[in-house]
């Protein structure tokens, strides 16, 4: 099977190379974007981020961003979601379309608050036992990234 749909990755201020690398890895295999945005908490040439992405690294197309508002000014026309623990809407409630972007905060903290009043529309959340802080970054981006090319067909 080919995957016919193309999306966009966005991680804001990503902390931990493995997760990054793990993502690249998963963006290779998708045929999707990776931007990276802001503060990296790690160095591009981390020897972590490198293992974790193994030989993907030359499969995807990486963008850097020194702010979301530079992101979002560029892609204007395109629709962005905003993964949160604070939303009570569901990602399988999303009719996502190809080009759109799906937007990650660090591992630590999460996306800040402004980002998510402010487009608390596009805010949406994995479910999860009451109790737990987060889900893993790299496993987030896998479940609502697949959900939009399940949603988009797989032929």
């Known amino acids: 099977m080919k995957i016919k749909a193309k999306f966009n990755i966005a991680l804001?201020?990503?902390?931990?190379?493995?997760?990054?690398?793990?993502?690249?890895?998963?963006?290779?295999?998708?045929g999707s974007n990776l931007f990276l945005i802001g503060k990296l908490g790690?160095?591009?040439a981390d020897k972590y981020l490198k293992r974790a992405g193994l030989d993907y690294w030359d499969n995807v197309e990486i963008i850097k961003c020194d702010t979301l508002d530079e992101l979002i000014s560029k892609y204007h026309n395109s629709t962005f979601y905003y993964l949160t623990t604070k939303s009570k809407n569901l990602y399988t409630s999303v009719n996502f379309k190809e080009g759109d972007f799906l937007v990650f905060g660090p591992e630590t903290r999460g996306l800040p608050e402004d980002i998510l009043l402010k487009n608390k529309d596009c805010a949406?959340?994995?479910?999860?036992?009451?109790?737990?802080r987060?889900?893993?970054?790299?496993?987030?981006?896998?479940?609502?990234?697949?959900?939009?090319?399940?949603?988009?067909?797989?032929?």
């Not at 804001?12 to 998708?30: D, F, H």
């Not at 949406?124 to 737990?132: K, N, R, S, V």
């Not at 987060?134 to 032929?155: D, F, K, M």
């Open 12 to 30: 804001y201020e990503p902390e931990i190379p493995q997760n990054t690398g793990n993502i690249v890895r998963l963006c290779a295999c998708t």
């Open 124 to 132: 949406i959340t994995i479910p999860m036992q009451d109790g737990q």
């Open 42 to 44: 790690f160095s591009l």
């Open 134 to 155: 987060s889900l893993n970054l790299s496993n987030s981006v896998s479940i609502v990234l697949y959900e939009a090319i399940r949603q988009n067909g797989v032929y």
